[in-house]
């Protein structure tokens, strides 16, 4: 079981950032896993964000995130990043943090949340107009 803590979400105004974090909670090691971030908005499904493979350090992302968005993983941490640039109000949400442990040869698996094993509680990120 692995239990994943995310943090840095908040309260900003459109065109700040926000870098959020996901640590594995038992000191557990992402070597091999494939780590994501989705969000969800009042009344709307889960939604992919972006995706890294830890051991090969490629990253996907939803083209609603492209280019202000970036994925990032910190080895001597263990965590996996996510750094906000740019928001929109359209990015409020409750942001997720997920892993998996199964290798998907066809990233777009990585973009499911059927994919994931395990998940995080959530951190609130919410941006005003």
């Known amino acids: 079981q692995v239990q994943l803590q995310e943090s840095g979400g908040g309260l900003v105004q459109a065109g700040d950032s926000l870098r959020l974090s996901c640590a594995a909670a038992?000191?557990?090691?992402?070597?091999?896993?494939?780590m994501a971030w989705f969000r969800q908005a009042p009344g709307r499904e889960r939604e992919f964000v972006a995706a890294?493979?830890?051991?090969?350090?490629?990253?996907y992302y939803a083209d609603s995130v492209k280019g202000r968005f970036t994925i990032s993983k910190d080895n001597a941490k263990n965590t996996v990043d996510l750094q906000m640039n740019s928001l929109k109000p359209e990015d409020t949400a409750v942001y997720y943090c997920?892993?998996?442990?199964?290798?998907?040869?066809?990233?777009?698996?990585?973009?499911?949340?059927?994919?994931?094993?395990?998940w995080g509680q959530g951190t609130q990120v919410t941006v005003s107009s």
């Open positions: 997920a892993a998996t442990s199964t290798y998907y040869t066809i990233s777009r698996y990585l973009r499911s949340t059927q994919s994931y094993d395990f």
């Open positions: 890294i493979r830890w051991a090969a350090d490629s990253q």
């Open positions: 038992s000191g557990r090691v992402f070597t091999n896993y494939g």
